[in-house]
């Protein structure tokens, strides 16, 4: 054949070139029509709060609605864990269920409020890696004072949207974050997100109003008297879904959704009735 002139010589590295040109672009066009990773399933903060007050206290294994499938993810991830046995992966947020997410923060290093049994934020999403994202996270938001009382910023915050709504200014009693400072508190104050208020003053109509107010905006909230125990007319509101509430105070939140007084005779809630909502849910529901 002989040697190739000058020219079919150009030729030929041209075409070498235009070919690997074109396998890169083919290769590169191949890994960039692969499928994408694959989104992790999501689990509704929200709702895993509220399953994991509520379930705890009803009669049987029902299901929050619209917790199921959230509740189940978490269960499953206990389960990878070694905390919890596969029989009760199901949606119930019950007390077992409770009782292993409280071994799992109390792995992760959580005493105290930290370790009840219900999800916070950096509990949830380390227990999510490689397994599921969060969605509507909730948060009690930092310390602070209102009226000299000790609380958190989601609590105020609640109080002054309800005190908007009821037309009149709230006095307060007895604050969060306050162990030990009323025996006939039985716990519910010992952690964030609960409140007393004064009601003496208030008129009936004034006692109405602002129960519903507070129930309005995601409070579990009940008018006390002095028949039902050792203390004066005053108002006991729970934030619903406060990642920081006692654990007497999350049975109160049950009772509350399970129509009932949230005292320990269980009796029926003789309280106005409203629409249950979250805080979040009452943002959400706002014009």
Do not use: C
């Amino acid at each position: 054949m002989g040697d190739m002139k000058r020219s079919d010589s150009a030729r030929v590295a041209l075409g070498r070139r235009v070919f690997l040109a074109g396998s890169g672009a083919a290769v590169l066009a191949t890994i960039g029509a692969r499928p994408a990773m694959a989104a992790l399933p999501a689990v509704d903060m929200e709702k895993v709060l509220l399953a994991a007050q509520w379930d705890p206290v009803k009669a049987g294994t029902g299901i929050t609605p619209g917790a199921g499938p959230s509740v189940t993810l978490v269960e499953q991830a206990l389960v990878a864990r070694g905390l919890l046995d596969s029989q009760y992966v199901g949606g119930h947020f019950g007390s077992v269920t409770r009782t292993a997410y409280a071994a799992w923060q109390r792995s992760l290093g959580y005493t105290g409020l930290g370790a009840t049994g219900l999800p916070g934020k950096a509990s949830l999403t380390s227990l999510g890696a490689q397994r599921f994202s969060i969605t509507r996270p909730v948060t009690p938001g930092g310390r602070t004072t209102f009226q000299g009382f000790p609380f958190n910023t989601r609590t105020v915050a609640m109080l002054a949207e309800a005190r908007l709504l009821a037309g009149k200014a709230f006095v307060v009693e007895q604050g969060s974050y306050s162990p030990d400072v009323d025996p006939t508190s039985a716990g519910t104050h010992d952690g964030g997100g609960t409140v007393d208020l004064d009601a003496e003053a208030l008129t009936p109509t004034q006692r109405t109003a602002a129960v519903t107010a507070l129930r309005r905006v995601g409070f579990a909230a009940w008018l006390r008297n002095p028949s039902q125990d050792d203390w004066p007319w005053h108002i006991h509101a729970v934030a619903t879904n406060d990642t920081d509430l006692s654990l007497s105070a999350q049975k109160q939140i049950g009772a509350y959704y399970e129509g009932r007084n949230g005292l320990s005779g269980n009796a029926p809630d003789d309280g106005p009735q409203v629409t249950k909502v979250t805080w979040e849910q009452y943002l959400r529901n706002q014009p």
